[in-house]
C-alpha cells in the first residue's frame, strides 16, 4: 500500500478534498448528467429561446430554447471523454518510448529525441487546424492529434527518469537474474516515473480541456454534441443579447481545468513533503537564549560563544544544526574544525560570514571580530550594509568546491580585479596589475592566459589557486577555508596546503581550516576544535590532542585516518611545528 | 560558434523540409473529391474532369510533390482554390496582423514575466505567494476565456474599446492602439502568469548555486550580485521560456483573431481548414514553421552569444 501515501497526504489538505469531491462530481454528472434534470439538452423550443432563469429553466435557455442547466450537467461527459482521450494516446505513445530511448539510448534515442523537440515546438493549434483537412471535424479524432501533439511531455519525463535508474544496483541485479529487458522496465523502472506521471497527467488532462473547448468555441467540434465549448459558441454570438450564456461553461471549463492541475499540485506537494520538511520563515515558538557578553571576547581576533544555529521544521519546531559551540582564533593562529559530514563545522563557517541560508536562525550566542558584534540573537539578522565592512576585507572565504565557485560566465580577471574595486577602492589599472601579482603569489606562471580564461578553460587544482588568490587579495586578517583540498587530486591537495601555509606566513593571517581530515589538521593547524553532532566535543592544542585524544569520537577520527593510509602527513607532525 | 549555428540551421531546415513533406501526404492523400467539391453540386463530370486537370490533380502524389516542392523552394506556393488569388500575396495580406499583435504582446509578457519572476525568487513573501497563485489561475482560465470575459466586460457592457474590427496602423494610429489593446491584453494574460513562474524557477535556481555565496563573500554588494551575475546565469532559461510561449502565442492568436475578428493569419487558417483549401494550408504551415525556427535560431544565437563555452569555440 506504498503508493496511497501521498493520495492520502492529499486529501488531508482542505484543497485537496475539495478538487477531488469536484472532480468526483464531475465524473459522477458525465457518467449519470442526464438523469438529474427531466429536460432533453437537445430538444430546441422556439417558443422559450434566450430565457433568463426561471423556475422551469435553472439557468435560462440558449438561442434554440434548450435548457442551459440540463446541457451544462451532460457537456461534462464530453469534456472527461476528450481528457481522457488526449491523455491516454500522449500516455500510450509518450511512455513506452521514453521508457525504450532511456533504457537503449543509441540512434534509437537520438531519433525519439528529435521527434520530440520537433513536436513540441510547433503551435499545437495551427498543426490541429491543418489536419482537420485529414481527420475530419470530429472533435474526438482532433484530441487524438492533441494527444500525439502532447506525448513529448511523457516522452522526457520518462526517458529522464529511466536514464537514471537504468544503471541503478537493482536494475542491474534483475538483468543478471535473467529477466528480460521488458520486464525489467515495466516492474523496476514504471515504478519510478509514475508518480511523476500522475502529475503530469493533470497538467495534460487540463490542457487537453482547453483544446477540446476551444475548438468548439470556433465552431470547428460538432455541434449536435451536448459540450461546454459548444455552450460557449452559441454564447459568444448571442452575446450582445444574453451575455450571461458564456459565464456557465465558461466557469464549469476553468473550475474543471483548476480542479486538474490544483491536483497535480497537490500531489507533487505530497510527494516532496514526504521526501523533505518544509522550511518556514519566522515561527514564535522558536526559544533564543540571551547571552552575556563575554569580557575576553576583545582579545581574540575572532570569537565565537555560545553559537546555536538551527532550521524551522515544518511541526513548528526547530533542528538544531549547531548546539551552544566556543571557541576561538588569535591573530596568526591556524585553527583546524574537524568533524564528519553533518557535523555542523560549514554552517559554524558560513555563519561567521552571514552567509547562512535564508531560513537559518541564530538561536544563541554571539560572533564577535575584534570585539565587534557579527552575529547575535538580539541583533537578528545582521544587516546585508554592516556585514560588507567585513566581507572579503576582514575575513575572507576559501570555498570546497572550486568549478562550482566561479561565475562561468565572466572571465577569471574579472572576477580577481571587480572585489578590489569595490572592497579596497582601487582602481582598475591597480586592480588588475594586483590581480597578476596575486596569480604569481598563488603559483600560476603564465598569469596573462588564466586571467583572460574563463572558468571552464582551466584546471580545478588552477580554479582552486584563482579562489585561494581572490581571497587573499583584499588583505583580510582571518581567512575561513572550507574543506579547500576535499575535491582535489591528491598530489594537487598537498600543493594548495603549501600554499596555505606560505600564505599565512607572507600575510599573518588568522586561518579557520575546516576540514574531515586530521591529516590536513596535523599539516597546518596550531589548534583544533572537534566537532560532532553540532557540538563541541574536544579541543585544544593539535600536539595534545594527536598524541593523547581524550574522548573516544576524537579517537575514533584519528584512527580512521591511520587507516585510510596517510601515515605522511602523520609524520610531518612528528616533526613538530 | 559558426559551427553551432550552422547545425541549428541546418536543423531548422530538416524540420520544415519534414514537416512540409509530411503535411503535403497526408492532406493530399486524405482529401478526395477535391474538383467537384470546389465546383459545387451542379457539375457536370466533364468540368471536373477539366478542373481536375486544371489542378495537376490527375498526376501521381509524388510527380504533385516534386512540382510543389519545386515551386515551394523558391517561394511560390500556387495559388488559392477558393478566390485564385496567390497564396503568398493572401498569406503577406494576413501576416502582419498576427505578427503585430503577437510581437507586442510578447514584448509585454516578457517585461512583466521577468521582473514579477525575479521579484517573486529574490524577495520571497507575498509578490512570491502572488506569483504562484497567478500561475495555477492562469493555467485555469484558458487564453480565449479570458479574451471572452474582456470582450464581454469593457467592449459590450462598459463600450471602453471595440469589441471587434482592425483598424490598420497607417490608417489611424489611435483607432489601431485601441483595435489592438484588448486581442493584445488577453495573448499577454494567457501566457503571462506561467512564464513569470517559470522564470522565477530559474533565478531562484541561480541563487541557490555555489558562485553566489563566494561572490557574496568578496563583499560584493546583493544588488550587483543579482544584477550581473544572476540575471545573466538566468538569462538561457528565462529566453527558452518566453520562444515557447510566442510560439504557443502563434496558436493563440487563432481563438483571439476569431474572438475579435481580426483579419489575421488565424482567421484565415480556420477558413483554408473549413474550405478544404489545401495549398493555402500547405503555405500557411510552412510560413508558420518558418516563423518558429526563425524564432528558436534567435534564441540560440543570443544563448550561444551569453554562453562563453559556445562563444569562445
Known amino acids: 500500500m506504498k503508493n496511497t501515501g501521498p493520495l492520502r497526504k492529499v486529501l488531508r489538505n482542505p484543497l485537496g478534498v475539495a478538487v477531488v469531491a469536484y472532480l468526483f462530481i464531475i465524473l459522477i454528472l458525465a457518467l449519470f448528467g442526464s438523469s438529474f434534470s427531466h429536460w432533453n439538452p437537445n430538444k430546441p423550443d422556439v417558443f422559450s429561446v434566450l430565457q433568463g432563469p426561471s423556475a422551469k429553466h435553472w439557468f435560462g435557455t440558449d438561442s434554440a430554447g434548450r435548457d442551459v442547466y440540463t446541457r451544462l450537467l451532460v457537456g461534462s461527459r464530453a469534456t472527461l471523454i476528450a481528457a481522457a482521450l488526449v491523455v491516454a494516446t500522449a500516455l500510450l505513445i509518450g511512455v513506452p518510448v521514453g521508457m525504450f530511448a532511456g533504457y537503449y539510448g543509441g540512434a ?142 465558461a466557469l464549469a471549463i ?26 518556514k520563515k519566522s515561527d514564535p515558538t522558536i526559544v533564543i537564549s540571551e547571552t552575556p557578553a563575554a569580557a ?45 559530514s553533518g557535523s ?62 566561479l561565475d562561468p560566465n565572466f572571465k577569471i580577471g574579472y572576477q580577481l580585479v571587480r572585489p578590489m574595486v569595490k572592497v579596497l577602492g582601487l582602481s582598475k589599472a591597480d586592480a588588475v596589475a594586483k590581480a597578476h601579482s596575486l596569480l604569481k603569489t598563488v603559483g600560476i606562471e603564465n598569469t596573462e592566459r588564466i586571467f583572460n580564461a574563463y572558468p571552464h578553460e582551466i584546471s580545478g587544482g588552477m580554479a582552486q589557486r584563482v579562489l585561494i588568490a581572490g581571497a587573499v587579495s583584499c588583505d583580510p586578517d582571518l581567512l575561513i577555508a572550507d574543506e579547500p583540498t576535499t575535491a582535489l587530486d591528491v598530489t594537487i591537495q598537498a600543493e594548495v596546503l603549501d ?3 606560505d600564505l599565512q606566513g607572507k600575510f599573518g593571517m588568522g586561518i579557520i581550516l575546516v576540514t574531515h581530515n586530521f591529516g590536513v589538521v596535523a599539516d597546518l593547524c ?52 | ?35 467537384s467539391n470546389i465546383l459545387g453540386e451542379g457539375a457536370t463530370p466533364d468540368q471536373i474532369l477539366k478542373k481536375s486537370h486544371e489542378l495537376g490533380l490527375d498526376q501521381p502524389i509524388t510527380t504533385r510533390y516534386l512540382s510543389w516542392l519545386k515551386h515551394a523552394v523558391r517561394g511560390d506556393f500556387g495559388t488559392s482554390w477558393a478566390n485564385n488569388d496567390s497564396v503568398v500575396s493572401e498569406i503577406m495580406r494576413r501576416l502582419p496582423v498576427t505578427l503585430s499583435l503577437v510581437l507586442i504582446a510578447i514584448f509585454i509578457a516578457a517585461v512583466l514575466a521577468t521582473t514579477l519572476g525575479v521579484l517573486a525568487a529574490i524577495k520571497g513573501g507575498a509578490i512570491d505567494r502572488t506569483v504562484q497563485i497567478l500561475a495555477v489561475a492562469g493555467f485555469a482560465i484558458p487564453g480565449f476565456i479570458v479574451a471572452i470575459i474582456l470582450v464581454t466586460f ?28 484588448l486581442p493584445v491584453v488577453s495573448l499577454v494574460i494567457a501566457t503571462m502568469t506561467s512564464s513569470a513562474q517559470q522564470i522565477r524557477s530559474a533565478v531562484k535556481s541561480v541563487l541557490e548555486r555555489d558562485f553566489i555565496r563566494t561572490l557574496t563573500s568578496r563583499g560584493i554588494s546583493r544588488r550587483e550580485i543579482i544584477i550581473k551575475h544572476v540575471l545573466r546565469a538566468a538569462a538561457p532559461a528565462g529566453l527558452t521560456v518566453l520562444s515557447l510561449q510566442f510560439v504557443g502565442m502563434l496558436g493563440g492568436t487563432v481563438i483571439v483573431e476569431k474572438i475579435f475578428a481580426l483579419p489575421g493569419m488565424g482567421d484565415l487558417v480556420v477558413n483554408a481548414t473549413a474550405s478544404g483549401d489545401t495549398p493555402l494550408v500547405m503555405g500557411i504551415v510552412v510560413y508558420t514553421v518558418i516563423i518558429v525556427i526563425v524564432i528558436n535560431l534567435v534564441v540560440d544565437l543570443i544563448n550561444g552569444w551569453l554562453n562563453p563555452k559556445v562563444r569562445v569555440q
Open chain 1, 108 to 249: 534509437l534515442d537520438a531519433a525519439a529525441s528529435w521527434a520530440s523537440n520537433m513536436l513540441m515546438s510547433l503551435p499545437v493549434m495551427i498543426i490541429l487546424l491543418s489536419a482537420r483537412t485529414v481527420i475530419g471535424s470530429s472533435i474526438y479524432s482532433s484530441m487524438f492529434i492533441v494527444g500525439v501533439l502532447v506525448a513529448p511531455g511523457f516522452f522526457r519525463l520518462t526517458r529522464t527518469a529511466v536514464m537514471a535508474v537504468r544503471n541503478e544496483l537493482y536494475v542491474d541485479a534483475a538483468r543478471v537474474s535473467g529477466l528480460s529487458d521488458i520486464r525489467i522496465m515495466s516492474k523496476h523502472i514504471l515504478t519510478v516515473v509514475r508518480a511523476p506521471i500522475i502529475i503530469q497527467t493533470s497538467m495534460i488532462a487540463g490542457i487537453a480541456i482547453s483544446f477540446q473547448s476551444s475548438l468548439e468555441f470556433l465552431g470547428l467540434g460538432d455541434s449536435s454534441l451536448v459540450s461546454w465549448g459548444v455552450m460557449l459558441n452559441d454564447g459568444f454570438r448571442n452575446i450582445f443579447m444574453k451575455p450571461i450564456l458564456l459565464f456557465w461553461p
Open chain 1, 254 to 279: 476553468s473550475l474543471t481545468i483548476a480542479s486538474f492541475v490544483l491536483f497535480g499540485n497537490a500531489f507533487r506537494d505530497a510527494l516532496e513533503d514526504s521526501k523533505k520538511v518544509k522550511a
Open chain 1, 296 to 340: 575576553d571576547e576583545s582579545r581574540h581576533l575572532l570569537s565565537v560563544t555560545h553559537l546555536g544555529i538551527g532550521y524551522p521544521l515544518a511541526d513548528g519546531g526547530l533542528k538544531k544544526v549547531v548546539n551552544e559551540i566556543s571557541f576561538s582564533v588569535d591573530k596568526g593562529e591556524v585553527l583546524g574544525i574537524v568533524g564528519e
Open chain 1, 344 to 405: 555542523g563545522k560549514t554552517q559554524t563557517a558560513f555563519s561567521i560570514l552571514g552567509l547562512l541560508p535564508e531560513s537559518a536562525v541564530i538561536t544563541s550566542g554571539r560572533v564577535s571580530f575584534n570585539g565587534e558584534s557579527l552575529l547575535s540573537p538580539e541583533k537578528g539578522k545582521i544587516s546585508e550594509k554592516a556585514m560588507r565592512e567585513f566581507r572579503g576585507k576582514k575575513i575572507a572565504y576559501i570555498p570546497q568546491e572550486p568549478m562550482s565557485n
Open chain 1, 499 to 501: 600554499l596555505l601555509r
Open chain 1, 526 to 577: 596550531d589548534r583544533v576544535v572537534v566537532m560532532q553532532n553540532g557540538s563541541v566535543v574536544e579541543s585544544g592544542d593539535v600536539r595534545t590532542i594527536l598524541k593523547a585524544p581524550r574522548e573516544p569520537y576524537t579517537q575514533e577520527l584519528l584512527s580512521s585516518m591511520l587507516v585510510d593510509k596517510t601515515p605522511m602527513t602523520l609524520l610531518t607532525s612528528g616533526k613538530g611545528k
Open chain 2, 1 to 35: 560558434m559558426a559551427s553551432f549555428l550552422a547545425k541549428r540551421f541546418l536543423s531548422g531546415v530538416l524540420l520544415l523540409f519534414a514537416i512540409s513533406s509530411m503535411a503535403f501526404f497526408l492532406i493530399y492523400a486524405s482529401t478526395t473529391n477535391i474538383a
Open chain 2, 154 to 181: 469593457l467592449a459590450v457592457k462598459a463600450h471602453i474599446f471595440p469589441a471587434t474590427g482592425w483598424v490598420a496602423f497607417g490608417e489611424n494610429p489611435a483607432n489601431w492602439a485601441k483595435s489592438i489593446t
